[in-house]
């Protein structure tokens, strides 16, 4: 299910360094309007890395809860147009009712003072709670860092997209998706494993960037209980993951992580003295 990304471009550029001026040329990541369409309305834009666009479409679309299951999505179209890409979604009718209810929700005149309760409400929603009981060694961690760098393709190519990858118990690596923003990385990583009939209760999930709240809602949506991050985590990512039942493991690197939340889920190593 790997799918190695290059969707990048050469660049001509000047470098400056101790020699003066050098000209050469560099590979960029490709940026792109991504726009969300459901069923002939349109929901949102997304500036993203055009590559694993179905796999995006189906993650985003189960990550903000416009359906509960991709059974529910009854066609994707990837249509081109000059100032981006349209993903055209048809759901089915009782979704369809469904997401128009919640657009009429949460249109209203501006300046009513209450507005924005709805969008607060919807932004803080309590996050899916996580249930599966999964056993992860630091050894496991270690070589799902390891082999983080060299599945990257777009990010050696261009040192600007983020990664997320999801790893089996034996930090074996299952699946890697990568974008220039963190989000979409990790909805295409949805997709992607929703697609394949991978059940994201067996592994973990790692991520290149820092843990926002929106990452540790996305990761309790897909259902994986353990989520590994390069970078800190933020105060209230740290409160959402703990009532989730999110285990969170960040600031992890080639000599060690830290674990912020639920660390029953993190086993001693078979070769570790008890």
């Not at 660049?11 to 360094?17: F, I, K």
């Not at 209203?108 to 709805?118: A, K």
Request: net charge neutral; charged share 20%; hydrophobic share 45%.
């Amino acid at each position: 299910m790997t799918n190695a990304i290059r969707t990048g471009r050469p660049a001509v550029s000047v470098t400056y360094g101790e020699g003066g001026p050098c000209a050469g040329a560099r590979m960029v990541a490709e940026e792109t309007a991504v726009a969300f369409v459901y069923d002939g309305g349109g929901h949102a834009v997304m500036m993203a890395t055009p590559a694993d666009l179905e796999d995006f479409a189906v993650g985003f679309t189960l990550a903000e809860g416009i359906v509960e299951a991709s059974d529910e999505i009854e066609q994707i179209d990837v249509v081109a147009r000059e100032a981006g890409i349209e993903l055209r979604l048809w759901l089915a009718a009782s979704r369809t009712r469904a997401l128009r209810e919640r657009r009429r929700r949460l249109a209203g005149p501006t300046g009513c003072g209450l507005c924005g309760i709805e969008t607060l409400a919807e932004a803080m929603r309590p996050s899916r709670p996580v249930t599966a009981d999964l056993r992860v060694t630091p050894a496991a961690i270690h070589a799902a860092l390891r082999a983080l760098g060299p599945a990257q393709a777009l990010g050696r190519e261009t040192r600007a997209a983020h990664a997320a990858a999801f790893f089996d118990t034996d930090g074996g690596l299952i699946a890697i998706r990568e974008d220039v923003g963190r989000h979409n990385a990790l909805d295409k990583l949805h997709g992607g494993l929703v697609r394949g009939g991978c059940p994201a209760a067996s592994g973990f999930v790692v991520v290149t960037s820092r843990v926002s709240v929106e990452m540790v809602q996305k990761t309790a949506r897909l259902g994986a209980p353990l989520l590994v991050a390069v970078s800190a985590p933020t105060a209230l990512a740290i409160r959402t993951a703990e009532a989730a039942g999110l285990t969170l493991a960040a600031v992890a690197r080639a000599d060690g992580f830290e674990v912020f939340t639920r660390p029953e889920r993190i086993g001693a190593d078979p070769s570790s003295p008890m």
